[in-house]
Structure formats: C-alpha cells, structure tokens
C-alpha cells in the first residue's frame, strides 16, 4: 500500500518529479530539474561532493544536511524536528529543534560535528532568531513563557553569556567589532567585546532581519515597512531602498552592496543594492514556485538558493534557473557555512 511507504528513509533527490509538482507547480518542478543530476551525484555515481559550503534543515525528515557549492548533499545529521540552523565554524552546525516536535515548544540548542557527533545539548527557551560569530559560537534569541526575550551567546563548551534583555528584541547579528540586536521598535543596538552598549536612533518601523553587512562592522537590517537599510560602522546609513515587497528575510551577497529580501506570503523575492556605489535596479525572480520561501542565502558573485518546502531552487546572478537540489520533505531553514 502506497500508505506503507516511508518516505523519511528517502535522499534528497528521490521522487523529486512528484514533489516539485505537487509543491511548487509546474514551473518549479521545470526550474528544479537540475536536482535530478544533483541527486545522482549525491550518491556518488558521478563524484564524489566538495566541501559543506550550506546548512540545511529538514523539519519533516529530521534531518539536517551540509551541501557543496554544486547543491550536492555532503553531510546528513539524524535530529529530530529541527527548526533553524547556524554554522559553527569548523566545529559544525548549531541547530534549534523543538523539544516535542511543535515549533511553539521550548527547544532544544544542539551542535553537532560534520560527522554527525552531537558535541553539546542545552535546553533554551522559545528561540526567535539564531546566527553565530565568526568564532563559531551561538547567538540566539529567546522568549519566555511570560514573553520575556533575552539575547544570547552560547560557547561550544556550553557557557552562556547574556547580551541583553528587552520584550521587544526580533533579531541577532555578529558583525566584525560588535554584535547588533534588533527590536520591533525599529531600534539598531550594538553590543561591543568590551561590554559597551550602543543605542542608536530609531532606524525603521520595526526590525524583522538583521545580517552582517560587507563592510567593517556594517549591518544590513530589514524593516516592517517595506525597507532595507546598509548601515554602516557609525550608525550612519549607507544606503536605503523600498523593497517593494512584503519582505521578512534578508540574504546578503557575500562582500557585496546587494542583498536578496524574500516575500513572506507569497514565492516572490527580489535582490536590491549597489555596484560600484551605483544604484543596482532591482532584479526580481517570482518564477520559482507556487509556495514562498522559508528562507534564502546570497550566494558569491550575486545568485541566491531558495528554500522551498521540497527543494533548495538556485537561481544565478542574472535571475536564471540553475541546478539545486530537490526531494527534501519540509526545509524550514537554511544558512552558510
């Protein structure tokens, strides 16, 4: 019986027609074809993958999986419901999963080695945002029971150092000198190495994003309002622009003034920024499915990877379908190495 099938023991790649059809509508089942030649490379018939370059986690198939730059899977890690991921730098992933399967339960900070080796577990409150440092440590976002939030940096050895406490923080970001906090005020604060507090004036209706932005100690945020802002080392904005869409998440072009700002509600996204100190345009890709992305990453040179529930969708500098990687049961996140 059809219903005897257990699909959680299927690789990425598997059944990949059926699910982009299903999932994302013809369109995306063409864009993602290229995952058909990715998934015969996941399994070693052509060659062997590079070095994990993207994080991915896989709510539906309890799984989390390291990816090479060509969106074949190198690493595959067994975790149950995990709900947002981090690198950790050469020590290797930072998951959240949920402690009993539904995302609004307290959860679990899990990091795991390339090998799948579960180094640390830490019970955390709610988490509402994760991202790391450039040392491999943790940072993270949590919410209370009485909807209390606290900012975290968690070592790979389990110390817990709280940056800050407010019931209005959405947002976390390692910037090169600092570490930058959000608030649904619109609020930008910096939290400097030697404790130093920073609070600047209120840049937008409400952070939903923040990112590391491309110069020292700069920081890409995205407001409620339809705007993303570059600001730079000194609280100064750098550039500003109107997304032009219902934006919630922000990918940044790795070195780059660009960024990719991705639609909550619908499968729409758009990259935005600068070139040489010149105004981009806006280069917009609404072809790659019927369903919104859960998450994106900018990758070098301009192009972006979506993930959809079914399939990481690649798309190159230009807009243009590239190969991904499809079969995956329900990605929820997705972060660089």
Known sequence: ???????????????LAWRSLVLFGVGAALAALGSLVSGSLLEGRLQSPGPVTVWAADRGASRVYGLDANCIVARAIDVSSPLRVASAGARGVWIVRARDAHAR???????ASDEGRVELELEIEQCIDLSSTRAGDALCVTRDDVGRRRAWRISHDGDREALGEAGDLTAIADLSGSIALGTSRGELLRIYMDGRERSCAVLARSIVDLAAGPHADSVWVLDSGREVFL?????????????????????????????????????????????????AGGLECSD??????????????????????????????????????????????????
């Open 1 to 15: 019986m059809a219903g005897e099938h257990d699909a959680s023991t299927d690789s990425p790649g598997d059944n």
């Open 105 to 111: 339960s307290a959860h679990d900070l899990v990091l």
């Open 231 to 279: 600001i730079d080392a000194h609280d100064r904005v750098v550039w500003r622009s109107a997304t032009g869409i219902d934006a919630r998440t922000i990918a940044p072009i790795p070195s780059a003034e660009l960024v990719w700002v991705t639609e909550s509600h619908t499968p729409r996204a758009r990259r935005l920024g600068r070139i040489d100190g010149r105004n």
């Open 288 to 337: 790659f499915g019927t369903i919104a992305a859960e998450r994106a990453v900018g990758l070098p040179g301009g192009g972006v990877l979506f993930a959809l529930p079914g399939a990481l969708v690649h798309r190159d500098e230009r807009g243009r379908p590239s190969p991904g990687q499809g079969g995956f049961h329900t990605l929820v996140d997705v972060a660089p190495r």
